[in-house]
Every structure is written in structure tokens, then in C-alpha cells.
């Protein structure tokens, strides 16, 4: 079995501070990670994936996330937030060569002006 | 990257009747799902749309309540059958590329809004 857990409901952040957002998994095998982006009114939009080699992934609209084995953890991070990336942003887990996705409830993040 | 069109984008339907979904991609995919997305709620898979063969469905989805078609490699349909106000829900289509293990991920169409009244 594979899940995802997001721990907050709503991420609220000052423009121009760091923002970060949690995932844990849990999944037997190896971990395919993901991070997806809902804006308002729009599909799902891919971010950022880490399959294997460097645990720090860098991803679109200047996010990052970094994968942390012992604490089965893939937090997604941006170093400046901006207006704009306010949305829903959604961690995903599958098992290694599985397409099938497990995503976690989503966070919606605030980013306030 | 895919582009995915998926129609109808939004409906209202009665409770009991049925409705089918389509999902048209401009490439071949070898792998194409179904998700819902219920309100205030994280998207669920439901099936794996096969070529060729019948879908793979999901623990708790049933092929008599959601029949999937995919007659080829850019084109599926998801059925919601006899619906009731519990299948409200958004439906999402989505598609695998890229080389499993390797660079593989998902392309999402922009969903249908389904409303049962």
C-alpha cells in the first residue's frame, strides 16, 4: 500500500518569505515522488518529481523539494513566496516502475500581500 | 508535454441517469487513468484505462458503476452510471510519459465538474 500525508490544511505565508510545505509516505519499495499544483479553475500541473540521484529536486516557478529517506519526508520549499502561488499544491507517492499515483489530501497555501 | 482535452467540462445530471466522459490526447500514451477529485477532497484513483483489454479498477470502484473504454492509444471514455448525488464530484483524466524509472509523470486534462442532482 502506498499513502501520503499533508499535516495542514492551509499554509499561510508573508510575501517574500519562505514558504514550505510537508509531505510524508509511505510506500514499500522505492519511492516515486511527486509534487502537483492546482491554481483556481485550472488542471492539475506538474511540478516536480524525485525518482533517484539527488535528494534536493528543483522543479517549475522556482520551487524545490528535497527527499529525506529515514524520515520519509519530500517538504516542498520556494526561498521567496509570491502572490501568484497561492493554489492547492498536492504531494503524490508511487512505488518504483507504477504510474498509479497515491496523493495526499492537499494543502491550500495563502500567500498574503 | 501531452495536451489533454477532456468534454464535457461540466454537467448537471439527474439522479439515475448516466453519464460518459471523454478524454482525447494529441500523442500516443501507453498509460492513461481516471481520477476523482470529490469536493474538498484529494484526487482518488479509480481505473487504468488498457488498450485492448478491460480497465484496472481501483479497491472500491466497480466496472458496472464506471465502464471505461479505450479503443485506442490517445483516446478513453469514462462512464458514471446510474448516478446519485455521492458521485458529484470532479473527474479527472490524466496520462503517463516518459520512460518508467526514469523521467515518467502525469499529465492531468483540466477535469469535469459533474453535478447530481
Known amino acids: 500500500a502506498q499513502s501520503v500525508a499533508q499535516p495542514e490544511d492551509q499554509v499561510n505565508v508573508a510575501e517574500g518569505n519562505p514558504l514550505t510545505v510537508k509531505c510524508t509516505y509511505s510506500?514499500?519499495?522505492?519511492?516515486?515522488l511527486f509534487w502537483y499544483v492546482q491554481y483556481p479553475n485550472r488542471g492539475l500541473q506538474f511540478l516536480l518529481k524525485?525518482?533517484?540521484?539527488?535528494?534536493l529536486v528543483k522543479g517549475s516557478y522556482g520551487f524545490e523539494a528535497e527527499f529525506n529517506k529515514s524520515q520519509t519526508s519530500f517538504h516542498l520549499k520556494k526561498p521567496s513566496a509570491l502572490v501568484s502561488d497561492s493554489a492547492l499544491y498536492f504531494c503524490?507517492?508511487?512505488?518504483?516502475?507504477?504510474?498509479?499515483?497515491?496523493f495526499g489530501k492537499g494543502n491550500q497555501v495563502v500567500v498574503i500581500p | 508535454s501531452a495536451v489533454i482535452s477532456q468534454k464535457p467540462s461540466r454537467d448537471i445530471c439527474q439522479r439515475g441517469t448516466s453519464l460518459t466522459i471523454q478524454c482525447q490526447v494529441d500523442?500516443?500514451?501507453?498509460?492513461m487513468f481516471w481520477y476523482r477529485q470529490q469536493p474538498g477532497q484529494s484526487l482518488t484513483l479509480i481505473a487504468t484505462?488498457?488498450?485492448?483489454?478491460?480497465?484496472?479498477?481501483e479497491s472500491g470502484f466497480v466496472i458496472d458503476k464506471f465502464p471505461i473504454s479505450r479503443p485506442n492509444l490517445t483516446f478513453s471514455t469514462l462512464t458514471v452510471s446510474n448516478m446519485s448525488p455521492e458521485d458529484s464530484s470532479i473527474y479527472l483524466c490524466?496520462?503517463?510519459?516518459?520512460?518508467?524509472?526514469?523521467?515518467?509523470?502525469?499529465?492531468f486534462g483540466s477535469g469535469t465538474q459533474l453535478s447530481v442532482l
Open positions: 490524466s496520462v503517463g510519459q516518459g520512460r518508467l524509472g526514469v523521467d515518467e509523470k502525469l499529465f
Open positions: 510506500v514499500s519499495g522505492n519511492p516515486y
Open positions: 524525485y525518482i533517484t540521484g539527488d535528494n
Open positions: 503524490a507517492v508511487s512505488a518504483y516502475g507504477n504510474n498509479r499515483l497515491a
Open positions: 500523442s500516443q500514451v501507453t498509460m
Open positions: 484505462a488498457n488498450q485492448g483489454s478491460e480497465a484496472t479498477y
